[in-house]
T-cell receptor, first 114, second 113 residues
Framework: GQQLNQSPQSMFIQEGEDVSMNCTSS?????WLWYKQDPGEGPVLLIA?????ELTSNGRLTAQFGITRKDSFLNISASIPSDVGIYFC??????????????FGKGTKLSVKP | DTGVSQDPRHKITKRGQNVTFRCDPI?????LYWYRQTLGQGPEFLTY????????KSRLLSDRFSAERPKGSFSTLEIQRTEQGDSAMYLC???????????FGPGTRLTVT
């Protein structure tokens, strides 16, 4: 089945650092979304992207819909401790007629540097 | 404005028992989704409803699983004859016009012993 590859799998942040992560697919996606999940909670929608090349910000978060429509990037500027958690990319693939099935990556886990 | 709510938050059951989970979507959201999430993985789609109609079911939804949304408002997910492999977080989400903007509830953590 369709898979989304997230990179890196995990990373450590120090307060104030900028963070970058990405998500790639072998096929075209129509929509990309980024979610954050805290332990024991459901994912929270951060940013939704609708067309190739689109760049959208939400506070310190900026995400881009790749030109090839096969990737997306999320940047966090000036990280703070509450940014720790797991970030998931998700998307609506271009194939088929489903209007319900979001495909999720395996997540990038952000932790605080010891 | 209340978000998506799920009940219970945690459920421990013995193998072979039946369990039922409830999801209350955001008010006026006509689409409701069920996902399953295991440790270290992203959510995996199970099924979705538009109003009371169940429009799509994943191959992950075996015949032991059944979901309903009788009046187009809350939904229930029932698992019959639970197996240890059913242990997971069961997430519910809802959406309105832009169906892909799905808002998730806190999940129900199921542990089958």
């Amino acid at each position: 089945g369709q898979q989304l590859n997230q990179s890196p799998q995990s990373m450590f942040i120090q307060e104030g650092e900028d963070v970058s992560m990405n998500c790639t697919s072998s096929s075209i996606f129509n929509t990309w979304l980024w979610y954050k999940q805290d332990p024991g909670e459901g994912p929270v929608l951060l940013i939704a992207l609708y067309k190739a090349g689109e760049l959208t910000s939400n506070g310190r978060l900026t995400a881009q819909f790749g030109i090839t429509r096969k990737d997306s990037f999320l940047n966090i500027s000036a990280s703070i401790p509450s940014d720790v958690g797991i970030y998931f990319c998700a998307g609506q693939p271009n194939y088929g007629g489903s209007q319900g099935n979001l495909i999720f990556g395996k997540g990038t886990k952000l932790s605080v540097k010891p | 404005d209340t978000g998506v709510s799920q009940d219970p938050r945690h459920k421990i059951t013995k193998r072979g028992q039946n369990v039922t989970f409830r999801c209350d979507p955001i008010s006026e959201h006509n689409r409701l989704y069920w996902y399953r999430q295991t440790l270290g993985q992203g959510p995996e789609f199970l099924t979705y409803f538009q109003n009371e109609a169940q429009l799509e079911k994943s191959r992950l939804l075996s015949d032991r699983f059944s979901a309903e949304r009788p009046k187009g408002s809350f939904s229930t997910l029932e698992i019959q004859r639970t197996e240890q492999g059913d242990s997971a977080m069961y997430l519910c989400a809802s959406s309105l016009a832009r169906w892909y903007e799905q808002y998730f509830g806190p999940g129900t953590r199921l542990t089958v012993t």
